[in-house]
T-cell receptor
Framework: EAGVAQSPRYKIIEKRQSVAFWCNPI?????LYWYQQILGQGPKLLIQ????????DSQLPKDRFSAERLKGVDSTLKIQPAKLEDSAVYLC???????????????FGPGTRLTVT | AQKVTQAQTEISVVEKEDVTLDCVYE???????LFWYKQPPSGELVFLIR??????QNEISGRYSWNFQKSTSSFNFTITASQVVDSAVYFC???????????FGQGTTLQVKP
């Protein structure tokens, strides 16, 4: 079974530029998460989707960050304009919603390392 | 609100030593889950174990073992006979079935030297 796919793996941009990250979850996983992981810290949830609907985006800086999951499968996270403090690894994760405890296991992609200069 | 404390920021051991990573959590949920994830230098978070709040049995999986003590809100992780490939950042993360959120702490960086 293929895991969570993310691209690009690395991105370097200048501040005030825009950037987009793409995530394809594990096939059949209805729940998709985007996390931000700043160096030396644990991942912080930015947004959670259930199919193509947003469940929680309370930690998403909506003035510059946006995310969509139009067809309930893959997702795009965008930053516009980027700031220096956005330098981090952006992790995508997915989980099933089978109603059992297995549904709570989140499977993570390799992440996108963003450097804003 | 949920919170997790991994008091050990960095641990360094020599190969074949046993090492225990501590995790103390706080939660108001009566039902919750606890997870451990490993993040090797490649960056991907790897699921290690899930434990629900009703099951306080210790668990062993190869060189890995977990000690869940609900009375002290601790869920410690022990690696027996550590290997260089165990070098990684380890995260303990409580999960609330009410909020559907995993809460990550700062993690513990484990370095296993040959």
């Amino acid at each position: 079974e293929a895991g969570v796919a993310q691209s690009p793996r690395y991105k370097i941009i200048e501040k005030r530029q825009s950037v987009a990250f793409w995530c394809n979850p594990i096939s059949g996983h209805a729940t998709l998460y985007w996390y931000q992981q700043i160096l030396g810290q644990g991942p912080k949830l930015l947004i959670q989707f259930q199919n193509n609907g947003v469940v929680d985006d309370s930690q998403l800086p909506k003035d510059r960050f946006s995310a969509e999951r139009l067809k309930g499968v893959d997702s795009t996270l965008k930053i516009q304009p980027a700031k220096l403090e956005d330098s981090a690894v952006y992790l995508c994760a997915s989980s099933s919603t089978s109603g059992t405890a297995l549904a709570y296991e989140q499977y993570f992609g390799p992440g996108t390392r963003l450097t804003v200069t | 609100a949920q919170k997790v404390t991994q008091a050990q920021t960095e641990i360094s051991v020599v190969e074949k030593e046993d090492v225990t990573l501590d995790c103390v959590y706080e939660t108001r949920d009566t039902t919750y889950y606890l997870f451990w994830y490993k993040q090797p230098p490649s960056g991907e978070l790897v699921f290690l174990i899930r434990r629900n709040s009703f099951d306080e049995q210790n668990e062993i999986s190869g060189r890995y073992s977990w000690n869940f003590q609900k009375s002290t809100s601790s869920f410690n992780f022990t690696i027996t006979a550590s290997q260089v490939v165990d070098s990684a950042v380890y995260f303990c993360a409580p999960f609330s079935s009410n909020t559907g959120k995993l809460i990550f702490g700062q993690g513990t960086t484990l370095q296993v030297k040959p």
